[in-house]
């Protein structure tokens, strides 16, 4: 790592943390204006998710054509997506094509963590340092460092002591990892467990899976690109994006539901679900009513429905009914979708081990003890999830010459304003962060939507001859305040999702997304900013100053 602590301190307009899909179409973005900008990026490579997360079966859950940029149409039209769902590596593949296409390289600073952040208010200026003593100092700062960026590893006893390789899913090695042969423990079954877990056990001598909390899952029925879809699709590419704008989750292509799940009769009901699960696609899946994720009894019908489907696949019905989750309603954590996930139980080859009713007690030298069992293994795969949506800002010493503390400020759980910004944060703009309907949606589309916003603002001011913008109180406490009435009004806090950040022993219980819908909250955005920015206030810093 380079010691910069010599060299003079580099001056820029924005400084951008991150250099994943947000953070280099805020490079793109801002150079537009004129802007000097610069990318500070951990890893060794750009692409953010796609970059570290490389574990077997890695792939995008929402369908490539969709998974993509749209601001340039003549990338959407250049870019050939091989399969319905692009995979870890094409999808790396593409974003180092943007990074180049774009020619966004030569403001990435790749191998370089931003440890803090500090806003000194007299100066109107933030000073970001890096774990090599940089130091950066700009105008405004884009925190664009991901949502699920901080890879957890749970605190086990005796994890220090085994003797055998541990991987976990967001800090894959680049070089991949053979486990022919080896009898292997994966522990947690989110998106990342069920989509690693078909391949693993087709290499692994055995293959243990540790399962605390059954998850819902639908098959992906991924193939090779259709060359008539794709035709398609690309020859109405511009009007395809302008509607899916208008969907909740930011993705088009699938009709808009018109009836609630309960007002239809169960054999018309079980038709209309059939028919989603074959066509394959979660969305469209929790599309098929308008009352899924709002009414508990409606959400039944579908969610049972799905577990009879696991029911007639796994053929041990034991194993089958601790596969069928019972404890929240499809959809409320995210929806996975799989290859052969549930089919990969009928493999001699595979057990799956409950350790709700059994919890992990320690790992151990040579493998992993539950209260009642010791298993033997060779290597251990923790898909166990990240600190999400805060984690990565929480790493950060974010702070103000006000002796305002982001840590201090979120203690209780994240406040925001439109997930967008922070009061007593001045000039600090956050990329689908908590409060924004980012993660619950096609994410591409919330970044351009955020950035897009975030270039409008810094444009206004710089035409305004302003240069500091910030939330008041309590336009942040009025958004916190819907973003849990929405929240309330859903289905989402029946379920212990790191959405709620339940995940994480400790962290306070609050429901981060804003699950109002992609569409309104883009009309709630254009609205504030088409008021003049009504809820931030807008100043000039010297005369705020004097
Ligand atoms: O993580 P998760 P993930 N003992 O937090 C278990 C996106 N993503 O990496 O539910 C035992 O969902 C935990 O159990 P429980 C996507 O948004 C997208 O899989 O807490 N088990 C759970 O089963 C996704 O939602 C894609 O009881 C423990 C698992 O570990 C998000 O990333 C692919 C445990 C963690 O599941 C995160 O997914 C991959 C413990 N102490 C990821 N601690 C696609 O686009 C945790 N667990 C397809």
């Given at each position: 790592?380079?010691?910069?602590?010599?060299?003079?301190?580099?001056?820029?307009?924005?400084?951008?943390?991150?250099?994943?899909?947000?953070?280099?179409?805020?490079?793109?973005?801002?150079?537009?204006?004129?802007l000097?900008v610069?990318?500070?990026?951990?890893?060794s490579?750009?692409?953010?998710?796609?970059?570290?997360?490389?574990?077997?079966?890695?792939?995008?859950?929402?369908?490539?054509?969709?998974?993509?940029?749209s601001?340039?149409?003549?990338?959407?039209?250049?870019?050939?997506?091989?399969?319905r769902?692009?995979?870890?590596?094409?999808?790396?593949?593409?974003?180092?094509?943007?990074?180049?296409?774009?020619?966004?390289?030569?403001?990435?600073?790749?191998?370089?963590?931003?440890?803090?952040?500090?806003?000194?208010g007299?100066?109107?200026?933030?000073?970001?340092?890096?774990?090599?003593?940089?130091?950066?100092?700009?105008?405004?700062?884009?925190?664009?460092?991901?949502n699920?960026?901080?890879p957890?590893?749970?605190?086990?006893?005796?994890?220090?002591?085994?003797?055998?390789?541990w991987?976990?899913?967001?800090?894959?090695?680049?070089?991949?990892v053979?486990?022919?042969?080896?009898?292997?423990?994966?522990?947690g079954?989110?998106?990342?467990?069920?989509?690693?877990?078909?391949i693993?056990?087709?290499?692994?001598k055995?293959?243990?899976?540790?399962?605390?909390?059954?998850?819902?899952?639908?098959?992906a029925?991924?193939?090779?690109?259709?060359?008539?879809?794709?035709?398609?699709?690309?020859?109405?590419?511009?009007?395809?994006?302008a509607?899916?704008?208008?969907?909740?989750?930011a993705?088009?292509?699938?009709?808009?539901?018109?009836?609630?799940?309960?007002?239809?009769?169960?054999?018309?009901?079980?038709?209309?679900?059939?028919?989603?699960?074959?066509?394959?696609?979660?969305?469209?899946?929790?599309?098929?009513?308008?009352?899924?994720?709002?009414?508990?009894?409606?959400?039944?019908?579908?969610?049972?429905?799905?577990?009879?489907?696991?029911?007639?696949?796994?053929?041990?019905?034991?194993?089958?009914?601790?596969?069928?989750?019972?404890?929240?309603?499809?959809?409320?954590?995210?929806?996975?979708?799989?290859?052969?996930?549930?089919?990969?139980?009928?493999?001699?080859?595979?057990?799956?081990?409950?350790?709700?009713?059994?919890?992990i007690?320690?790992?151990?030298?040579?493998?992993?003890?539950?209260?009642k069992?010791?298993?033997?293994?060779?290597?251990?795969?923790?898909?166990?999830?990240?600190?999400?949506?805060?984690?990565?800002?929480?790493?950060?010493?974010?702070?103000?010459?006000?002796?305002?503390?982001l840590?201090?400020?979120?203690?209780?759980?994240?406040?925001?304003?439109?997930?967008?910004?922070?009061?007593?944060?001045?000039?600090?703009?956050?990329?689908?962060?908590?409060?924004?309907?980012?993660?619950?949606?096609?994410?591409?589309?919330?970044?351009?939507?955020h950035?897009?916003?975030?270039?409008?603002?810094?444009?206004?001011?710089?035409?305004?001859?302003?240069?500091?913008?910030?939330?008041?109180?309590?336009?942040?406490?009025?958004?916190?305040?819907?973003?849990?009435?929405v929240?309330?009004?859903?289905?989402?806090?029946?379920?212990?999702?790191?959405?709620?950040?339940?995940?994480?022993?400790?962290?306070?219980?609050?429901?981060?997304?804003?699950?109002?819908?992609?569409?309104?909250?883009?009309?709630r955005?254009?609205?504030?900013?088409?008021?003049?920015?009504?809820?931030?206030?807008?100043s000039?810093?010297?005369?705020?100053?004097?």
């Amino acid at each position: 790592m380079p010691d910069a602590s010599h060299t003079a301190p580099r001056q820029l307009d924005v400084a951008i943390v991150g250099g994943g899909l947000a953070g280099l179409y805020a490079i793109h973005r801002l150079r537009g204006l004129g802007l000097k900008v610069r990318a500070y990026e951990a890893g060794s490579g750009v692409g953010g998710t796609w970059f570290w997360n490389r574990y077997p079966g890695a792939r995008c859950d929402v369908e490539s054509l969709e998974y993509s940029y749209s601001f340039s149409n003549e990338l959407q039209q250049d870019w050939k997506w091989p399969e319905r769902y692009g995979t870890q590596p094409e999808i790396l593949r593409y974003i180092n094509h943007v990074a180049d296409r774009f020619d966004l390289r030569r403001d990435v600073q790749l191998n370089t963590r931003i440890v803090s952040a500090h806003f000194d208010g007299k100066a109107n200026e933030w000073t970001l340092r890096t774990d090599s003593g940089e130091e950066i100092h700009a105008r405004y700062c884009v925190m664009a460092a991901g949502n699920l960026s901080t890879p957890r590893v749970p605190d086990f006893k005796g994890i220090r002591n085994f003797k055998g390789k541990w991987y976990h899913s967001g800090l894959w090695p680049h070089e991949g990892v053979d486990f022919t042969g080896r009898r292997v423990g994966v522990i947690g079954t989110g998106s990342s467990g069920v989509q690693m877990i078909p391949i693993i056990a087709q290499q692994a001598k055995h293959l243990h899976v540790f399962q605390r909390t059954a998850n819902f899952s639908l098959p992906a029925r991924n193939g090779p690109m259709e060359p008539e879809r794709e035709r398609r699709h690309k020859a109405e590419y511009p009007a395809r994006r302008a509607a899916a704008a208008e969907t909740p989750f930011a993705i088009g292509g699938y009709a808009k539901p018109t009836k609630k799940a309960i007002e239809v009769a169960t054999e018309e009901r079980n038709k209309a679900y059939e028919a989603k699960w074959q066509e394959g696609g979660s969305i469209s899946y929790l599309y098929a009513y308008t009352d899924l994720l709002v009414n508990k009894e409606s959400n039944d019908t579908a969610s049972e429905f799905v577990r009879n489907k696991i029911r007639a696949t796994v053929k041990d019905p034991k194993t089958a009914e601790l596969l069928a989750p019972k404890d929240h309603p499809i959809g409320t954590k995210r929806l996975c979708l799989d290859t052969n996930y549930y089919e990969t139980y009928n493999r001699p080859n595979v057990t799956l081990v409950d350790v709700r009713s059994d919890p992990i007690a320690e790992i151990t030298e040579t493998g992993l003890r539950t209260g009642k069992q010791q298993y033997e293994l060779d290597a251990l795969v923790f898909a166990t999830g990240f600190d999400a949506m805060t984690g990565a800002l929480r790493e950060i010493d974010v702070r103000t010459s006000d002796g305002a503390m982001l840590r201090d400020h979120w203690e209780g759980g994240p406040l925001t304003y439109l997930g967008l910004m922070v009061s007593g944060f001045p000039n600090m703009f956050v990329v689908t962060g908590p409060g924004s309907p980012g993660v619950k949606t096609q994410m591409i589309a919330s970044i351009e939507q955020h950035v897009d916003w975030i270039a409008d603002a810094l444009d206004h001011l710089g035409k305004h001859q302003l240069d500091r913008i910030e939330p008041t109180p309590k336009a942040e406490m009025d958004w916190v305040h819907h973003v849990n009435a929405v929240a309330d009004s859903t289905l989402y806090p029946l379920a212990n999702s790191w959405y709620m950040g339940a995940n994480i022993p400790g962290k306070p219980r609050v429901f981060m997304p804003y699950v109002g819908g992609f569409d309104r909250y883009k009309k709630r955005c254009d609205e504030v900013a088409a008021r003049g920015y009504e809820g931030f206030t807008l100043s000039r810093h010297d005369v705020v100053a004097a």
